[in-house]
T-cell receptor
Framework: AQKITQTQPGMFVQEKEAVTLDCTYD???????LFWYKQPSSGEMIFLIY??????QNATEGRYSLNFQKARKSANLVISASQLGDSAMYFC????????????FGKGTKLTVNP | GAVVSQHPSWVICKSGTSVKIECRSL??????MFWYRQFPKQSLMLMAT?????????EQGVEKDKFLINHASLTLSTLTVTSAHPEDSSFYIC??????????FGPGTRLLVL
């Protein structure tokens, strides 16, 4: 079964700088997907970006991009030009196992953007 | 697109009462909805998977008689916390899956049982 590891409990970044949030996974499946969600203090979970294991290019969505390294089983989220509103918890997630609807989440990383 | 609403956002109730939480997909049909629970400073814990027209599938350790789930239509799932006790106080959040793999989450419900 899938296991998601986020090793950074907290990260700090200066406004307008880029930051990388780490995520590694552990799966034996050949086909899988990886998700990143943002959870502000209000509690809602906001979908940010998705990477499929067979996607040839790293996913990008506005200021969010994924540094997907399949051989290393890592899918790090890169946020460029950080904004104060980016301060939140960030969760990496993936299906529990191949074809499963269920997602397993990492423990999350708390990002603080300093002015 | 892919908006999920959840109601109520906050509820405070007395011990022993039942609380119903609604989860709606507003602009898409969701054959599958999920209910999660989140404790402070922790990750999401899947409670159950809800499929329209069938019984919910509960995760190990989740009491199905305690947390009643009804998925009556392709856009509505409800979670009822029966005979709530203080230990049920938590943040409950639902998600709905569209035809793809992505789960879209509601804004969550904070439950406080006194």
């Amino acid at each position: 079964a899938q296991k998601i590891t986020q090793t950074q409990p907290g990260m700090f970044v200066q406004e307008k700088e880029a930051v990388t949030l780490d995520c590694t996974y552990d799966t034996s499946d050949q086909s899988y997907g990886l998700f990143w969600y943002k959870q502000p203090s209000s509690g809602e979970m906001i979908f940010l970006i998705y990477q499929g294991s067979y996607d040839e290019q790293n996913a990008t969505e506005g200021r969010y991009s994924l540094n997907f390294q399949k051989a290393r089983k890592s899918a790090n989220l890169v946020i460029s030009a950080s904004q104060l509103g980016d301060s939140a918890m960030y969760f990496c997630a993936a299906p529990l196992q191949g074809g499963s609807e269920k997602l397993v989440f990492g423990k999350g990383t708390k990002l603080t953007v300093n002015p | 697109g892919a908006v999920v609403s959840q109601h109520p956002s906050w509820v405070i109730c007395k011990s022993g009462t039942s609380v119903k939480i609604e989860c709606r997909s507003l602009d898409f049909q969701a054959t599958t909805m999920f209910w999660y629970r989140q404790f402070p400073k922790q990750s999401l814990m899947l409670m159950a998977t809800s499929n329209e027209g069938s019984k919910a599938t509960y995760e190990q350790g989740v009491e199905k008689d305690k947390f009643l789930i009804n998925h009556a239509s392709l856009t509505l799932s409800t979670l009822t916390v029966t005979s709530a006790h203080p230990e049920d106080s938590s943040f409950y959040i639902c998600s709905a899956r569209d035809r793809g793999l992505t789960q879209y989450f509601g804004p969550g419900t904070r439950l406080l049982v006194l």
